[in-house]
């Protein structure tokens, strides 16, 4: 992305500021994730194309096995997913928590219309790359491909006619973030302790009622 853009955000958008679209996907869609075993494409019987793909995420016990994104969608998503969220001192990336594969099941489980905007919205960046760099986006420099991101990224500055790439970047925003979230990885990230039994109720630890504005 642009200096003065990462300065304002950093990376694509900050990974906890993402938390905010996460209620955008329908609930249905938080499937549980077990880690990074569950985000490589398998290869296809013959050709390498398949083989790349697998190379480029974290090695695995057990390989998920796509149900509708082809070699390329998935080595594209996976590539945006990485955008989105990247690996930092706290947690792995979103190919590490599996996002791929949560990507894909979501996808063979809502299809029709769903599945159609994710297929054309990859489309579109690869038409989009081709015109200005003569390169599918897998294929082009990380500058090139974050040249195209920076225009769609944001939509309050997307020029109109970028509106289509917009829409599904919002769409595919919205499934990474709740793919990781919804992964092992993701909810040690927050982190959520959820429910935890004590001994003893003490109340409210002071910190948060002080911050919360209620401290007597």
Known sequence: MEDEENAKRGSVMNRRDLLKVMTAVPAAALVSLTGAAQSTFPPPASGSQGADVGQATAPTVTAYHAKVLD?????TISILSDYLIPADSRSGSATDAGVPAFIDDWL?????????????GLTWLDIECNRAFAHDFVDCAEAQQKQLLDRIAYPKTAAPEDAAGVVFFNQLRDLVVTGFFSSEMGVKDLPYLG???VAEWKGCPANVLEKLGLSE
């Open 108 to 120: 063979d489980f809502k299809g029709g219309m769903v599945l159609s905007g994710i297929r054309g």
């Open 195 to 197: 429910n935890q039994m």
């Open 71 to 75: 070699a390329h969608e998935w080595k």
